[in-house]
């Protein structure tokens, strides 16, 4: 049987953050691929005069920023990440200009087959809780669920990055799940089970805040998901007071997390003003870890007030032995976006980071005013976009390496989706504005 090429390329798309899940390296392959077949498919014969060469002009402003506050430092690897996560901005191009030429409605079964494949891995997630391995024979890690990442901690990161992805294809791919809302549910459980079990605590408080998105924008689904946020909790108060599985998820979750925000001790040494005894009482925030880490990112971005130590930076200056003996171990990033943003590309990154979240908000303050204009399908696309915006662009302190290539893929496959989907918006704007004229 011949695979047309719609089909390949509306395939590869969809397998580019699901690969992510084996390698970082597969999910460039595919990119590539992808990229070539694009060039040579749509590209050749189509215009794309259509796109948004405003917010793409800001994008390119932004990586030009990255590239420079890179070079400016003196390390010379430093200058080549910066330039190499360029090819983030060619993806963002390309993926947008697929998705103004595709035709999206014969994807249902490649929706029904990224559907099945994310399943099992929630499914093997669920093996390895109550066996203590799964599929693959591999093992729990310490106090964590891992799933097929094997002895990397990061399976409900993948979840909850991926499923707003696959919620918005299948959507785009003619599933109606205002229609199928046991369907919606179901994923929407499932998912939140498995982000719970493998004790990810940026991952947890993540799809919370997802979930209480999608009740604010989603109102007709609003009844479907308040009944899942409701089972949900009396599943994890089920799992913590029979003691079921593997592991205590709400050991690292709760208790973990409760203990590092409360974390305080005596210093003989100046820190914070509270006294006691010709001591100082320091606080620290979210631990000691990462308190320190907080602390040499903002003395880093006062030393580099303007240019930031760019692309990966941190952990360069954190090796130096005069930051090293202030913190006492090294990371390879400070934790959280707004620090990692402030210390490796400065006052030029933080103007672009702010003037994107204006701009989010704005949208969202359109789209609740003109909504009810939009069909159900495009209502759900748009709110599927925007609350994986609030998780990827709205962490929770702490939060994953931004610049990381793992991480990158899934911001700027959410960037394209809320672009994309958001042009609804903008041309119910410019009807408004030539009816008024």
């Given at each position: 049987?011949?695979?047309?090429?719609?089909?390949?390329?509306?395939?590869?798309?969809?397998?580019?953050?699901?690969?992510?899940?084996?390698?970082?390296?597969?999910?460039?392959?595919?990119?590539?691929?992808?990229?070539?077949?694009?060039?040579?498919?749509?590209?050749?014969?189509?215009?794309?005069?259509?796109?948004?060469?405003?917010?793409?002009?800001?994008?390119?402003?932004?990586?030009?920023?990255?590239?420079?506050?890179?070079?400016?430092?003196?390390?010379?690897?430093?200058?080549?990440?910066?330039?190499?996560?360029?090819?983030?901005?060619?993806?963002?191009?390309?993926?947008?200009?697929?998705?103004?030429?595709?035709?999206?409605?014969?994807?249902?079964?490649?929706?029904?087959?990224?559907?099945?494949?994310?399943?099992?891995?929630?499914?093997?997630?669920?093996?390895?809780?109550?066996?203590?391995?799964?599929?693959?024979?591999?093992?729990?890690?310490?106090?964590?669920?891992?799933?097929?990442?094997?002895?990397?901690?990061?399976?409900?990161?993948?979840?909850?990055?991926?499923?707003?992805?696959?919620?918005?294809?299948?959507?785009?791919?003619?599933?109606?799940?205002?229609?199928?809302?046991?369907?919606?549910?179901?994923?929407?459980?499932?998912?939140?089970?498995?982000?719970?079990?493998?004790?990810?605590?940026?991952?947890?408080?993540?799809?919370?805040?997802?979930?209480?998105?999608?009740?604010?924008?989603?109102?007709?689904?609003?009844?479907?998901?308040?009944?899942?946020?409701?089972?949900?909790?009396?599943?994890?108060?089920?799992?913590?007071?029979?003691?079921?599985?593997?592991?205590?998820?709400?050991?690292?979750?709760?208790?973990?997390?409760?203990?590092?925000?409360?974390?305080?001790?005596?210093?003989?040494?100046?820190?914070?003003?509270?006294?006691?005894?010709?001591?100082?009482?320091?606080?620290?925030?979210?631990?000691?870890?990462?308190?320190?880490?907080?602390?040499?990112?903002?003395?880093?971005?006062?030393?580099?007030?303007?240019?930031?130590?760019?692309?990966?930076?941190?952990?360069?200056?954190?090796?130096?032995?005069?930051?090293?003996?202030?913190?006492?171990?090294?990371?390879?990033?400070?934790?959280?976006?707004?620090?990692?943003?402030?210390?490796?590309?400065?006052?030029?990154?933080?103007?672009?980071?702010?003037?994107?979240?204006?701009?989010?908000?704005?949208?969202?303050?359109?789209?609740?005013?003109?909504?009810?204009?939009?069909?159900?399908?495009?209502?759900?696309?748009?709110?599927?976009?925007?609350?994986?915006?609030?998780?990827?662009?709205?962490?929770?302190?702490?939060?994953?390496?931004?610049?990381?290539?793992?991480?990158?893929?899934?911001?700027?496959f959410t960037l394209v989706l809320f672009i994309f989907s958001?042009?609804?918006?903008?041309?119910?704007?410019?009807?408004?504005?030539?009816?008024?004229?």
């Amino acid at each position: 049987m011949v695979v047309s090429k719609d089909k390949l390329l509306n395939s590869l798309f969809i397998l580019i953050p699901f690969s992510l899940c084996l390698s970082t390296f597969l999910a460039e392959i595919i990119s590539l691929i992808f990229t070539i077949m694009v060039f040579f498919f749509v590209l050749k014969k189509r215009y794309f005069v259509s796109i948004d060469k405003k917010f793409f002009l800001f994008l390119f402003l932004f990586h030009i920023i990255i590239f420079i506050s890179s070079s400016l430092n003196p390390y010379p690897d430093l200058m080549l990440k910066g330039f190499g996560y360029i090819r983030f901005l060619f993806l963002y191009f390309v993926l947008l200009i697929f998705l103004i030429n595709t035709d999206f409605s014969d994807s249902k079964n490649i929706a029904k087959v990224a559907f099945l494949l994310f399943f099992l891995v929630l499914f093997d997630a669920f093996i390895q809780f109550f066996f203590g391995k799964n599929f693959l024979g591999f093992e729990n890690t310490g106090n964590r669920i891992t799933g097929i990442f094997k002895d990397e901690g990061i399976l409900g990161s993948f979840v909850i990055r991926f499923l707003p992805i696959l919620l918005w294809f299948m959507t785009i791919a003619n599933f109606n799940f205002q229609k199928n809302k046991n369907l919606f549910s179901f994923l929407l459980f499932f998912s939140l089970m498995v982000i719970y079990i493998s004790a990810g605590r940026n991952a947890f408080f993540s799809s919370i805040i997802f979930s209480l998105v999608l009740l604010v924008f989603l109102s007709q689904l609003r009844k479907n998901i308040l009944i899942t946020l409701s089972l949900f909790l009396i599943s994890i108060i089920l799992i913590n007071t029979f003691n079921i599985g593997k592991i205590n998820p709400a050991n690292r979750i709760f208790l973990k997390t409760f203990n590092q925000i409360t974390d305080h001790k005596f210093h003989n040494k100046k820190t914070l003003p509270f006294k006691s005894n010709d001591k100082k009482y320091e606080i620290y925030v979210f631990g000691e870890a990462y308190h320190n880490n907080y602390k040499l990112a903002l003395h880093l971005f006062e030393n580099n007030f303007v240019k930031g130590v760019g692309v990966r930076g941190f952990r360069a200056y954190c090796r130096m032995q005069k930051y090293d003996s202030k913190i006492g171990y090294c990371s390879t990033h400070p934790h959280n976006t707004f620090l990692q943003i402030a210390s490796e590309l400065g006052l030029m990154g933080l103007t672009f980071y702010f003037i994107f979240l204006i701009f989010f908000l704005k949208q969202c303050y359109l789209f609740l005013l003109n909504k009810h204009k939009l069909d159900e399908k495009k209502v759900f696309l748009i709110s599927i976009s925007i609350s994986s915006i609030f998780i990827n662009f709205f962490p929770l302190a702490p939060a994953p390496n931004f610049f990381s290539g793992w991480n990158s893929y899934y911001y700027y496959f959410t960037l394209v989706l809320f672009i994309f989907s958001i042009r609804d918006l903008q041309n119910i704007r410019n009807t408004k504005f030539k009816n008024n004229l």
